[in-house]
């Protein structure tokens, strides 16, 4: 017999076993190619006026922190999955072209069999590790519904910013028209020789200051609105003109009915103490998995074919095993692993009991700032009141032919509607955001009223 004569019989099977199914490689999907860059536009332009409700309710939503918490949820319930399958049945081929020595001369020891096993005890150690991810997935959808509710403070952030550029831009504008005729009468007073040189150029630079400040708050009326654009994710979708928000329901609202000791313990209800919370349940879990890596392990193999090349004299045709393994000695990895797995438990305690004591202290300090704001209520309306009753005054000498600062009072006036509107804006974040950190979502807003809608300032 020649040499490698036993190689001839087998090929049959070799092309038999590189052309089945069963053993050729799966056809992989193709390498993802480069990260592609989002469209800076919406499908859809956005609504003219745009309102806080639409970006709130009915905007798709570009949030990448929101994005990253939906992978690591989806990752952890992956990894949960693949350790359920690891312990679970297998079926898989098993083939072997061989040659071995026996009995003092050189035998074929070829293999063709089908193999089915499974891990039929490991002590629960795959079950406590799989309860571990399962509350790992479940603390990262936590922090995927804070991100959501976080993303939707930043909007009314943005938004909020934008409508108070509005109305600096008209107050701004208001102060160049007042400064501009008293300019303007300056130089006709100047050419008639009835005022100085001095007075000329100090009515001038009045006018070119305010020329500046307007300028100025014509820039933010462009700059708060890139900035809502990037927010919401889309650079280029620059809104046009904003609908102010109906915030009436936030009257019902009272910091004086509320404790802080009380809401300082509702921090508890915190999406991300609560994600805390969880992934400790689940590091539990994992450490009492390291406690039972010295446990035995018994599995069940069985195998059906031609186990060898003489299966009428050795191995047969079948085989079936129940093994155990039992360690005896792993040189102390099982408490290694348990030290480093207290560690990270440790670590989980620790974080939780910083993030809640900031924020404890984000609750007082927003307590605090509701309770000043019914202060600077009374202020405003003191100045709104004073600045309407000053306008007809003014209008009243107007009227008669008398000296009149008529434009000083509008300006005046439109301050006041500033600071009422800035008052309940900040009133709304205030709340928003302490609701944030109590574990409360972000309430909608209303369709504005139209007395709101018409105070809003034009565009430049």
Known sequence: MPRFLFMQKPLPWLF?????????????????????ISSQMPSEPLPNPLSLEFLLQDFPLKSSRYFFAQTQSDLAEAQAQSLSATNGLKLNFEGRLSRREY??????????ALHLGKVLYDGKINQLR???LLKVAEAQKLEQAAELESYKLSVMQAFFAALLADFQYRIDNEAMAVEFIAFDKSKEQHSLSRL???????AENRYQQTLLKRAKAEQNLLKMRVRLANVIGYAEARPDKLVF???????????????LESLQQQVEANPMLVALRSQAEGQMQQIEASHRLNQPQVRADAWVGKLSSYPELREGRWRADLSVEVPLYDAGVQRLETAK????FKTLQATYEQLAQSLRDEVTELYFQLQMLENERKADLLFADFADLYLDFSRALYENESSTDLGDSMVRLSQANFNQAEWQLRRAMLWSQLDYLLGVPVRPFAQPIEAQQANLPQQP
Do not use: M, Y
């Not at 038999?16 to 592609?36: H, K, N, Y």
């Not at 100085?196 to 100090?202: A, F, H, K, N, T």
């Not at 928000?245 to 009915?257: A, C, G, K, M, T």
């Open 130 to 132: 799989q309860l571990n």
């Open 103 to 112: 009995s003092d001369e050189a035998q074929d020891h070829h293999q063709f």
């Open 245 to 259: 928000p109906d915030l009436s329901h936030f009257d019902q609202r009272s910091i004086e009915e509320l404790k």
């Open 196 to 202: 100085s040189d001095v007075d000329l150029l100090e």
């Open 16 to 36: 038999a076993l590189w052309f089945s199914p069963f053993v050729q490689a799966e056809t992989l999907p193709e390498a993802p190619g480069p990260f592609p």
């Open 341 to 344: 797995e207290r560690a990270k």
